[in-house]
């Protein structure tokens, strides 16, 4: 297979993880004898910095010629603290999900055996618990109509029957693929536009009868998922609910460091890491680039190649077992790795199977 990659490295440790996603993913294709290059392009605050546009023309016109892209992460200190900043590195992101069509943000729920004594959540509770949360990533109120007033501010959250629809499907089809069980998450018992997905959501259902369809308010949901994180198959909410929800569940598995995602929709997906541009640790070689390389993971399987993203898989799972880990996730006593060495640990583990 020919595939072009867009590299979006970005800020912190952004630029760090990806060169480890791209040698996995290099390592991958020699493996299997596939054709993939490689653009990188300017986003966040690296890139406002450098042409002052986190999103820049150019960097969209890569994603759009490339299959895929493989995001790491974006964000800095200097612009947090500042609420009167005119662009924001955040904004970058936003506009790249929006300009590419990334409606369906993918992101699972998953726990690693050797790490579950890092969840706040108790052993028995959390162990084997296996879920994907789909959250709409285009709609809503992150870009609905705003007004911001010294006095009066307000965002709104407007969704269409056709949004709610494409993304239901999305989320339809995922429990069809696992097991058959999809919870619809909102607050339908307040919001208008609750109402209108569970309508949707009510009216699609019987197309799908193997499926089990319940509905969860938001607050009971963000409940559920600590009590009983295992109730869960694959949970569909709309852009805000899903933001939160996902880092709930990306701690309660004790894996952040380890969780990837994809976003997907009408224009070129994108890969990336859940967790954020870790500024603080920048440059120091530190980071988990697992995420990043569970991202290549997702990335082959979203183009069918299952064996290579099963490759991928075991190599992380095999780094993990021989104790290749990066230094928050390392037990007691066990050498210290970097980013650099976990992710050579991994392509070579690849190129010698
Ligand atoms: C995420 C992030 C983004 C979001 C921010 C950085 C705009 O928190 O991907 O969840 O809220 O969507
Ligand atoms: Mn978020």
Not at 135 to 160: C, H, I, Q, S, V
């Amino acid at each position: 297979m020919n595939l072009k990659i867009a590299v979006l490295a970005g800020d912190g440790i952004g630029p760090e993880i990806s060169e480890q996603g791209v040698s996995v993913l290099t390592a991958v294709a020699e493996k299997f004898g596939h054709q993939v290059s490689y653009k990188s392009a300017l986003c966040g605050a690296a890139a406002i910095d450098a042409v002052g546009d986190p999103f820049p023309e150019e960097t969209f016109n890569i994603c759009q010629e490339a299959d895929a892209v493989l995001f790491s992460a974006v964000g800095d200190p200097k612009f947090d603290n500042n609420p009167s900043a005119k662009v924001r590195p955040e904004q970058g992101l936003l506009a790249m999900r929006k300009k590419l069509g990334l409606f369906a943000n993918i992101r699972p729920v998953q726990t690693f055996d050797c790490l579950i004594h890092k969840s706040p959540l108790k052993d028995e509770l959390v162990r084997g618990a296996d879920f994907i949360c789909i959250r709409e990533l285009t709609g809503g109120m992150y870009f609905g109509e705003k007004r911001e007033g010294d006095d009066m501010a307000y965002d709104t959250n407007k969704y269409t029957r056709p949004e709610v629809e494409r993304i239901l499907k999305v989320g339809y089809e995922y429990a069809m693929r696992r097991r058959k069980h999809l919870t619809v998450v909102d607050k339908a018992n307040v919001l208008a536009s609750s109402r209108l997905w569970r309508k949707v959501a009510q009216e699609m259902a019987p197309q799908y009868p193997e499926v089990q369809t319940d509905f969860m308010y938001v607050d009971n949901a963000s409940m559920r998922m600590i009590q009983e994180p295992r109730f869960f198959d694959v949970m569909v909410t709309e852009n805000t609910f899903g933001d939160i929800l996902t880092d709930e569940g990306s701690c309660i598995s004790g894996s952040m460091g380890l969780l990837p995602s994809a976003s997907t929709g009408t224009g070129t997906p994108v890969f990336e890491p859940i967790h954020g541009s870790w500024p603080q640790a920048k440059g120091l070689n530190i980071a988990n680039p697992l995420a990043q390389i569970l991202s290549v993971a997702m990335l082959l399987e979203y183009f069918d190649l299952k064996e290579e993203g099963a490759l991928v898989r075991e190599a992380v799972d095999a780094s993990l077992e021989a104790n290749v880990r990066t230094p928050e996730i390392q037990v007691e006593g066990g050498a210290k790795y970097g980013t650099r060495e976990v992710g050579q640990w991994i392509a070579d583990y690849i190129r010698r199977k």
